[in-house]
Every structure is written in C-alpha cells, then in structure tokens.
C-alpha cells in the first residue's frame, strides 16, 4: 500500500511513471505549432482527473487551454509547452534514426517541459488542499512556442492578468537558473508578385519574383553591418517558383528579425521590409507582408531567480543511473567537436568548468552567472514576464553539449535521461510553488521588482489587435 503524500513532491514521486508515460506519449504524437490536438487532449484530461477545471481554446487557438484549482489569491502560475519541431524524429538511441523520414520530433524537449509543469500543478494543489490553504494554481497549456509563438497570443487576450506570479522552465544539460534576458522578435511571411513568361524564348517579358526575394535577401546581407550587436536575421525561401524555364511569378520568402529590445525590432523590422520594397522596384514586382508574430524580450525578476535557486538547492540535481551515463557518453560522440564552444558560451566559471569537469551528464547544481547570461534565441515567455513577475530555470535532460533543436535532443527527450531532468523540474517548481504560497513577503518582492522595472506601465502586445494565429504556417503531419 502506497504511503499518502503529505507534501507535493512526496505526490510528484507517488506519481512518477504516471508522469514519465505522459511525456512519452506526447513524444510519441511530436505535433507542430498549433496542430498539438493529441498533446493538448492528453494534457488537459490528465489535469481533469486530478480535480483542476480546465478551458480550453483561450487566445483563439484550439490547442491552448487554461487548468484551474481553488480560488482567491495568491495566483501561481505553471506554463507549459508541447510542440515539437518539423524533421527532427528519431528513435531514442545513439545515432541518426528517424522513426518517420522528415516528421517531426521533439528537438527541444517541449514533451518534457509541458508534462513537468502539469506535475507540479498537480503536486502544488495536492499540498494546499491537505492543508486548506487558500490560493489559486494555474497550469497554461501553451502552444507553438516554436516561431509561432502562442503566450504571445495569450498574453494579449488578459490569459495572464490575474496571475500573481508565473514559473517555467527548460530542458537543457546543465541544472541552473536563468538570469538573462532573450532577444526580441518578429516573423513575417513576404510574398512577391511578378509576370510569368518562357525563361528562355521571352525572359524579357518576365517579373521575377525570385529575383526580387533574392534582391531582398542580398539587402539584408549588406544590412548585418549596420544591426545592433546581439541582432538576429535569418530567412528561408518557401517559395522559390515552380519550374526553371518559366520565370516565376510568385516566391515568398520567410523571416525571423531579432534584436536585444523591443524598439530595436521595431526599427530592425522597418529597415528590413525598406530592403523588400527596394527588391520590389528593381525587379518590377509588387510585393505583400504578413506578419506571423511580434514578441517581447525577457523581463527578468531576480527574486523569483533567488527563490527558485534555493529550491533547486533543497531538491538536488537528477540522479542518472550508469545505463543513463552509458548512453550520454555514445551520443555525445556524435557532436564531441562542438562542445568547447558551447562551454565557451555557456558563461561558466572557471571554478564551474571544473565542477562538472568529467561529467557526462550534469549531476550537480550550477550557480547562476555572477552577471546575467543574455541569450540569442527568443521566448514567448518574453510576453508573459512583462504581464507579472516570471522566472525560470534548466535541468539536465541531455548530456552536456547537446545542440538544441537537434535529433540527440529528440532522442534523450524520449528516455530515463529526460525523465530524470523533467521530474527534477517538477520538484523544484512545486517546491517554489508552495514557497510562494506560504510566504505573501516572496510575492511583494517579486511584484516590487517588476514594477520598477516595468514603471507601472501595464503589458501591450507588439501585435496589431486583429493579428491572428499563423495556423497555416506549418501542415499537420501525421
């Protein structure tokens, strides 16, 4: 007979495989943005069954739901993901193996980071209700944070106004909190029009369409001089035309501009569409731009960082077993000559290098950078921080080095390896949880904080009022 759990992570350990099945099984669904139908369902009857009230379809997407237990303040939030990443399945195992040519999978560890959210929401309420204690847990069922950006969407419908407070966090192959910002960001489809003819008896007759996005790219080349240091631009042509003896008359291209601000996008942004327009004139076309999405850079709130800190302190890194180290250390072989520069910018001490020095997979607890480590890469939480004070921290669900967004990734998100991390990180943000809870000082500080950082101002969405979800962006693949 199983001993009754008297505190919420005794009901996180009750409840393990139940969690550890879960995550594989949206592992196993690897759904891309805004079409995670079976992760979502999956996710939101597991909370059912635990006693929250779930909505869903908040924000105007299908695949976003909000869970709901108890009532009145305070309000502590649990954000969750589950997308997966187009071309990245494979098999949890050591070498190039995709369980389906080009589909997708999880090369970012969404499966994880949605499944140990949901634990600790379901290990937070089991503690307060013991208890009776008063408060509200929130779990946010977040879709396409991969370039579509659903908090964004959210966040601009109020999903995050009455939230006291909100946590999250990431799989990766260190366990430490983060303390840095992410760059803002914007995505936008651009879509030239030109005049079709035979390319080789009557090119003269042409607009290519191709030339112009070629045209616009090449300006955007010249332009990375001119960008702010941290600035970000990247691009892929998903329309280059249909046949090379006819000149095309439609190609579209597809953007993401980055930058460390959000007025920094904004004047980005404007000089990279002037580059479009310029393309537009040489080439005799006429062009159109979409917007997909516009997001917030990290609002940072060091103390919720101190608070979550001290938990992951009091609750410990994951503890692998030596067929876990087995199989980091064969997978590792694949990207062995990369992992000096990810050290290199993984702002680690000297004495921190030499802390997980020989480890595989990383065993110990890492202290935050003695100044914040600023990321390239961009977040929807971006959005949320800036609706109410956010922290968030990583656990070690890969072996040291892993690249992101990659199939190693995919493959030890699927395996013991990632569910020792994601269980750690159901533990830690269940522990932060009941802290806040139990202690109204934590929030004031934590509230203090963001409003001067914030200057009172309230949240507004960098997106037009009518922008809507970029369902079509991705296909649902099967």
């Not at 869970?67 to 050591?94: F, M, N, R």
């Not at 983060?178 to 030239?192: D, E, H, L, Q, R």
């Amino acid at each position: 007979m199983a001993v009754k759990a008297t505190t919420a992570i005794d009901y996180i350990n009750q409840k393990a495989c139940m969690l550890n099945d879960l995550s594989d099984e949206v592992w196993k669904y690897a759904e891309v943005a805004l079409h995670e139908d079976e992760s979502a369902k999956a996710l939101e009857a597991a909370l059912k069954a635990e006693g929250f009230s779930v909505e869903v379809g908040v924000g105007g997407m299908p695949t976003a739901f909000v869970a709901t237990w108890g009532s009145g303040h305070p309000v502590i939030g649990l954000l969750g993901e589950y997308d997966a990443l187009s071309g990245l399945s494979q098999k949890t195992c050591p070498t190039r193996d995709p369980i389906v040519q080009g589909a997708p999978g999880h090369g970012c560890g969404h499966n994880l980071l949605g499944v140990a959210a949901l634990g600790a929401a379901m290990g937070l309420k089991q503690q307060m209700h013991k208890e009776k204690r008063p408060g509200t847990v929130k779990f946010f069922g977040c879709p396409a944070e991969e370039n579509l950006s659903g908090k964004a969407f959210m966040a601009r419908a109020g999903i995050f106004d009455d939230c006291d407070v909100c946590l999250t966090w990431h799989a990766g192959w260190i366990n430490r909190v983060s303390n840095g910002s992410s760059n803002a960001n914007n995505a936008c489809n651009i879509t030239f029009y030109g005049r079709t003819a035979h390319a080789a008896g009557d090119p003269y007759n042409g607009r290519s369409a191709l030339d112009a996005v070629q045209l616009m790219n090449m300006g955007v080349e010249f332009l990375r001089e001119h960008m702010p240091t941290r600035a970000r631009v990247h691009y892929v042509i998903t329309n280059g035309g249909d046949m090379p003896n006819v000149v095309p008359a439609k190609a579209k291209v597809w953007y993401l501009v980055r930058a460390p601000q959000r007025d920094q996008v904004d004047d980005l942004y404007a000089r990279v569409l002037d580059c479009a327009k310029g393309a537009a004139l040489m080439t005799g076309t006429t062009y159109e731009v979409e917007l997909i999405k516009a997001i917030w850079n990290v609002l940072n709130n060091t103390a919720l960082e101190d608070l979550l800190e001290d938990c992951m302190n009091r609750v410990g890194a994951p503890k692998f077993s030596e067929e876990d180290v087995a199989f980091a250390r064969e997978i590792r072989k694949t990207f062995e000559a990369n992992i000096p520069s990810v050290l290199a910018k993984s702002q680690l001490s000297k004495e921190q290098l030499k802390q997980i020095q020989g480890q595989i997979l990383n065993d110990t607890v890492v202290a935050r950078p003695p100044t914040p480590h600023d990321g390239e890469g961009s977040t929807d939480v971006g959005d949320v921080s800036w609706c109410c004070p956010t922290a968030q921290f990583t656990t070690a669900c890969n072996a040291i080095g892993t690249p992101g967004h990659s199939w190693q990734y995919c493959a030890q998100a699927g395996m013991d390896i990632g569910h020792q991390g994601m269980l750690t990180a159901a533990r830690v943000l269940a522990e932060a949880g009941y802290e806040l809870a139990t202690n109204p000082e934590l929030i004031k500080r934590a509230k203090a904080e963001f409003d001067e950082r914030t200057g009172g101002k309230k949240y507004y969405s960098a997106m037009p009022a009518d922008q809507k979800p970029a369902f079509h962006q991705f296909a649902k693949q099967d």
